[in-house]
């Protein structure tokens, strides 16, 4: 169901919920957290489904805040949706025109869940310091995605300056299966240490950086960072070599959806590794509402060590 309100305010909106609730049922009972996504006005939908997905394991209310403020005129057209057009949560956009698109947080501040945790997302581009921003301040958590913004090593340079405990970033979560597997290569015999690293990826991937920061950070030795044109090949991570006296490991994608392994003196083996959907990052990061002090470790030391952040500024 969705329920249109155009010309609105938040108190019509919230009362709106109220009646929805008490002509349909507890529609809103059961919800665990607030998720707010803060994205460009026309560029909502693909963030909805995502959450949608992604609330079928974690119920939540999904308020959802685009803003033209060029507009001319002033004014907050919203709507509701709830049952099937909002997956297990309730979904609520707000699409704010000139001068009252300027308030955000006292936008979504009367619409928020009664003593659960928030979680802002930012989709595309996102505050140069998201903490310090109206809707992070009063978040638990701050979700960007420097891989969507139109530069995406320098968002995640600043990402890096400006981290605060709680936030994140999906060029992060992109890399669980790269540091699973790989992890787990290194947890076999002969275990021997690593005494180089080699990092190929696409120039504009932010994830490929904050692997070769991982491993360095980890490991202890030099890494290769190696960044080549993305219009020449495929984006994202490429390759990962780890030199070790007994000879390479080699993780490589050889297919979208497929990675090649190979190690010596053992069968090369080809393995599902998949570039993740936002609905799975988005799941991910909403398993855990603590701050994720690996990622902060690596963008404020492990950056810094390879001399991205620097590099980034200049």
């Given at each position: 169901?969705?329920?249109?309100?155009?010309?609105?305010?938040?108190?019509?909106?919230?009362?709106?919920?109220?009646?929805?609730?008490?002509?349909?049922?507890?529609?809103?009972?059961?919800?665990?957290?607030?998720?707010?996504?803060?994205?460009?006005?026309?560029?909502?939908?693909?963030?909805?489904?995502?959450?949608?997905?992604?609330?079928?394991?974690?119920?939540?209310?999904?308020?959802?805040?685009?803003?033209?403020?060029?507009?001319?005129?002033?004014?907050?057209?919203?709507?509701?949706?709830?049952?099937?057009?909002?997956?297990?949560?309730?979904?609520?956009?707000?699409?704010?025109?000139?001068?009252?698109?300027?308030?955000?947080?006292?936008?979504?501040?009367?619409l928020l869940l009664p003593d659960a945790?928030?979680?802002?997302w930012w989709p595309g581009a996102h505050?140069?310091?998201?903490?310090?921003?109206?809707?992070?301040?009063?978040?638990?958590?701050?979700?960007?995605?420097?891989?969507?913004?139109?530069?995406?090593?320098?968002?995640?340079?600043?990402?890096?300056?400006?981290?605060?405990?709680?936030?994140?970033?999906?060029?992060?979560?992109?890399?669980?299966?790269?540091?699973?597997?790989?992890?787990?290569?290194?947890?076999?015999?002969?275990?021997?240490?690593?005494?180089?690293?080699?990092?190929?990826?696409?120039?504009?991937?932010?994830?490929?950086?904050?692997?070769?920061?991982?491993?360095?950070?980890?490991?202890?030795?030099?890494?290769?960072?190696?960044?080549?044109?993305?219009?020449?090949?495929?984006?994202?991570?490429?390759?990962?070599?780890?030199?070790?006296?007994?000879?390479?490991?080699?993780?490589?994608?050889?297919?979208?959806?497929?990675?090649?392994?190979?190690?010596?003196?053992?069968?090369?083996?080809?393995?599902?590794?998949?570039?993740?959907?936002?609905?799975?990052?988005?799941?991910?990061?909403?398993?855990?509402?603590?701050?994720?002090?690996?990622?902060?470790?690596?963008?404020?030391?492990?950056?810094?060590?390879?001399?991205?952040?620097?590099?980034?500024?200049?």
């Amino acid at each position: 169901m969705i329920v249109e309100l155009p010309e609105t305010t938040t108190s019509k909106v919230s009362k709106a919920l109220v009646k929805i609730r008490e002509e349909g049922g507890a529609v809103a009972l059961g919800r665990v957290l607030t998720l707010v996504i803060s994205t460009a006005l026309g560029e909502e939908e693909e963030a909805i489904e995502a959450a949608n997905d992604a609330s079928r394991e974690h119920p939540m209310r999904v308020i959802v805040l685009s803003a033209d403020r060029d507009a001319g005129d002033s004014r907050l057209d919203a709507q509701i949706r709830v049952g099937g057009d909002a997956g297990a949560s309730e979904v609520i956009v707000l699409r704010a025109h000139g001068e009252v698109a300027s308030d955000e947080e006292g936008l979504v501040t009367g619409l928020l869940l009664p003593d659960a945790p928030v979680v802002v997302w930012w989709p595309g581009a996102h505050p140069l310091d998201p903490g310090d921003s109206a809707l992070g301040a009063i978040a638990t958590r701050r979700i960007t995605d420097a891989a969507a913004t139109a530069r995406p090593l320098e968002s995640l340079a600043a990402i890096a300056r400006s981290y605060r405990p709680g936030d994140t970033d999906f060029a992060w979560t992109r890399l669980t299966l790269w540091r699973a597997q790989l992890a787990a290569v290194l947890d076999q015999p002969p275990y021997q240490p690593v005494e180089r690293i080699e990092v190929r990826g696409s120039d504009d991937s932010p994830s490929t950086e904050l692997l070769a920061a991982w491993l360095q950070l980890q490991l202890d030795v030099d890494v290769e960072l190696q960044l080549v044109d993305h219009e020449e090949g495929s984006s994202g991570i490429h390759r990962v070599v780890l030199h070790r006296a007994a000879g390479p490991i080699v993780l490589e994608r050889i297919q979208p959806k497929v990675a090649r392994l190979e190690q010596p003196e053992q069968p090369r083996h080809d393995i599902s590794l998949p570039r993740r959907s936002l609905r799975d990052c988005l799941a991910e990061e909403l398993r855990r509402l603590d701050p994720d002090d690996l990622f902060g470790e690596v963008v404020q030391k492990g950056l810094d060590r390879l001399g991205i952040a620097a590099a980034s500024e200049s």
